[in-house]
């Protein structure tokens, strides 16, 4: 079994050693570090400090010296946003910084993605995300589309104010078989199962896994709407979004 | 605590003597933000989205906070976006079963060079029906009962004017562009304050919204410590601070502010808010609102105020504004509480 020492770069070695106190998210990412080349190690370095003018520098030199653009964006771009998100969870972190390393991911990824999409490389899974109808608030959602994006998901965002019949347009244009729902007020939380049963009346329910959260949401709420998942936070949605559509953690 | 009971008050002098930590008959029934419902909008023909914009209505729904809840306090601003409408946001402005809410995704601002107050502030129909739903409040139930305004503070109007995610990059980025942004923006705030003490009200609720959910407590301390005690010095009458979330990391920065109360949310409990202010400043709250007022049964909502009048909270009330369905029986059953406690409690609360 690999440990801390096995990792070569000392930043991911402290990021790890001083954020990660989970024995299984420690043990997993000590196991992902170890085995990835140094310039990865750079590349997660420059994601978790948000650094974006790295991050771009660093993907265009490791797609130059002809690293696979998958193992960049697994290795460095993912494995840096996995760290990020733990950080965000436990409160090491807070919104701007983790503004900021999505920012720096994206940097990443905007040399990634050409290359995945001509190369039929598939993502994770399709997710179609939105705020409910009525609710303008979409940092809780963006947080989590971020996250998602972070850990391979392809995400349609639809944003803000959305309707019924725009999540059930979307999840049938794209084929999606998971739709994310986020509300931030009281008033607008009962949209969520307004959509729900949108689906129902569309015979298009068990096509599709439904999770929801936001600020006012609970696990009862959502059990109560009917919806099959409830997520926390941005972490605990793509832990949900794993489990839902039965990919390995 | 105090060894002998004040004599009866009115709601007015209850809430402003909790206010300034002083004796109290009983511990008073706060909104520091809003009690409306669909409930009252219908007892009083008083709806959204009219009633937060005509001052008449605007002042008619406030007025159930007190002749229908029996609350000590009345608060005619319903929401969160008179001063930003005025500050030229656009609206989206729903119906009656919604809040009206700033469409952040179209900014009105770039950059601190963009930050202008404008001349027409406080005559803009959307600050202008604030402050004459207060004048007619004033009139109306004269000194029975505390009015309260509220005066948004400028890391809010930041997120309404910039964009959340723009506006907390920025602070990242070019922390001292941030502070000229809220430096500037302060002057809307102060402005608004003013009018309203002109205009009648007794308090005024300050919601700026550096909850724990989006920023640090250092950040608390960082950017906004030192304007919200410049708030205190500059706005004559008691403050109240609000902050949705988790907040109990920058409770002791709030204290040292110079505010008056602080408005927490059910995140943080009595007890170890309490504890995190120490006494140098009152606390307002915190009956969780979307389980327990909007979906749970009087017997839920007695729990909680009984938990926060055990704890020492100087004032009662729900956690922020409530939601629109939210039914009356939940609503009166807290000040109900308030009284039931008091009345198996010898010693009344000292504020």
Known sequence: MAELADIANATIRQEIAEYLDRPVEIERNIALFARTRPLMQEIAVAVIEGDQVACDRLTRQALEEGVHALEIMDDGLIGGMGIVGIKFRENFIFVPEVLACARSMKAGMAHIEPILSAAGVEPVGTVVMGTVKGDLHDIGKNLCIMMLRGAGFSVIDLGVDTAPDQFIAAVEEHGAPLLGMSALLTTTMPNMGRTIEAFIDAGLRDDVKIMVGGAPVTQEFADDMGADGYGKDALACVALAKQLLGVAA | MTASAPRPMTGRQRILAALRREPVDRTPVCNPTSVATVELMD???APFPDANRNPELMARLAATGYTELGFDSVMPVFSIIQESSALGCKIQWEQKDNWPTVRMREPIWRDADDVRVPNDFLTHPDTRCVLDAIGILRRELGEEVAIIGKTMGPWSLGYHCFGVETFLLMSLDDPGRTKLCLDRLKEATIRFGLAQIEAGADALTLPDHATGDLVSGEYYERFLKDLHAEFAERLP??????????????????????????????KNTPDESMEA??????????????????????????????KNLAAGVQLVGPECAIPLQTAIENLVEIPRAVREWHASHAHPHAG
């Open chain 2, 43 to 45: 007892l009083v023909d």
């Open chain 2, 237 to 266: 009458i008691p403050l109240i601070l609000h902050i949705c979330g988790r907040t109990v990391d920058r409770m002791g920065y709030i204290a040292e502010t110079g505010m008056a109360a602080f408005h927490f949310d059910s």
């Open chain 2, 277 to 306: 202010v120490r006494d140098r400043i009152a606390l307002v709250g915190n009956i969780n609102n979307p389980e327990t007022l909007y979906a749970r049964d009087p017997e839920a909502v007695r729990a909680e105020v009984f």
